[in-house]
C-alpha cells in the first residue's frame, strides 16, 4: 500500500464548476499537508499549506484536513481553463529537512471552456 | 521571491554519457536542496537530499556512484547522471528550502538515446 494515494483521473469539468481533489493516507505520523500545482514539463508550485485540521481558505481554493479519517480535500471553486494542471497533494511529519515529502501520484484536471 | 533555476531544463544524450544538471536559488541562499525524479504520470519521488558543504543523502534505491550530487555553495547543487542509460530518461526536479517550504525548479528532462 502506497503511504499517499490520490486519483490520476483526468476530471474534467465545465468552467465555473466546483472541483474537489481528494488525497488519502495511511501514516498517522503526517502532520502537514500541501497542495500543489504542475503544468505539464513544469515544476510543481505550492498551493496551500496546512497543518491542523479542517479549513484554511485562499481565493478560490479551499483546502480541508481530516486527519481522523487520514483524508485530505482541495476544493477549487469557480473554476477556470487556466486551472487546468495536474494536482499533486504531499505530506510530511516535520516541516525541516529531516522530512521527506511524499507526493501523491497527482490527479489531472481539466477546465471545458 | 524564493525563485529556483534548473539549467538545462532538456537534454538529449547517448547511451553510456554522463549529463550534469544544476539547481539554482536566486534570490535566497540555501542550506538544503532536493533531487526528485517524476515519470510520466507518476509522482515525484525523492532521490536525495544535499546539503551545502557535505554529502548527500540518498534515498533507498538510489545509485550514488551513478548519481553524484555536489552541493558547492548555498546557491547551487548539481547532480550528474553518470553512464546515463535509456531507462535513466525521466524529469528530474530539484528544490530548494527556504524557511518551512520548498521551492521547486522548472525541472529538466532528460532524454537517453
Known amino acids: 500500500q502506497k503511504e499517499v494515494e490520490q486519483d490520476p483521473g483526468p476530471l474534467s469539468v465545465p468552467e465555473g464548476a466546483i472541483v474537489s481533489l481528494n488525497c488519502t493516507y495511511s501514516?498517522?505520523?503526517?502532520?502537514?499537508f500541501m497542495w500543489y500545482r504542475q503544468y505539464s514539463r513544469k515544476g510543481p508550485e505550492l498551493l496551500m499549506y496546512t497543518y491542523s485540521s479542517g479549513n484554511k481558505e485562499d481565493g478560490r481554493f479551499t483546502a480541508q484536513v481530516d486527519k481522523s479519517s487520514k483524508y485530505i480535500s482541495l476544493f477549487i471553486r469557480d473554476s477556470q481553463p487556466s486551472d487546468s494542471a495536474t494536482y499533486l497533494c504531499?505530506?510530511?511529519?516535520?516541516?525541516?529537512?529531516?522530512?521527506?515529502?511524499?507526493f501523491g501520484s497527482g490527479t489531472r484536471l481539466l477546465v471545458r471552456p | 521571491g524564493a525563485v529556483v533555476s534548473q539549467h538545462p531544463s532538456w537534454v538529449i544524450c547517448k547511451s553510456g554519457t554522463s549529463v550534469k544538471i544544476e539547481c539554482r536559488s536566486l534570490d535566497f541562499q540555501a542550506t538544503t536542496m532536493f533531487w526528485y525524479r517524476q515519470f510520466p504520470k507518476q509522482s515525484l519521488m525523492l532521490m536525495a537530499t544535499?546539503?551545502?558543504?557535505?554529502?548527500?543523502?540518498?534515498e533507498q534505491g538510489v545509485e550514488k556512484d551513478k548519481f553524484l550530487i555536489n552541493h558547492a555553495s548555498l546557491t547551487l547543487s548539481t547532480l550528474t547522471v553518470t553512464s546515463a542509460h535509456p531507462e535513466d530518461s525521466s524529469f528530474y526536479i530539484c528544490?530548494?528550502?527556504?524557511?518551512?517550504?520548498?521551492?521547486f525548479g522548472p525541472g529538466t528532462r532528460l532524454t537517453v538515446t
Open positions: 544535499s546539503n551545502e558543504g557535505s554529502k548527500a543523502t540518498y
Open positions: 504531499a505530506m510530511s511529519a516535520g516541516m525541516d529537512s529531516s522530512y521527506k515529502l511524499i
Open positions: 528544490s530548494a528550502e527556504f524557511g518551512d517550504e520548498q521551492y
Open positions: 501514516n498517522s505520523a503526517f502532520q502537514y
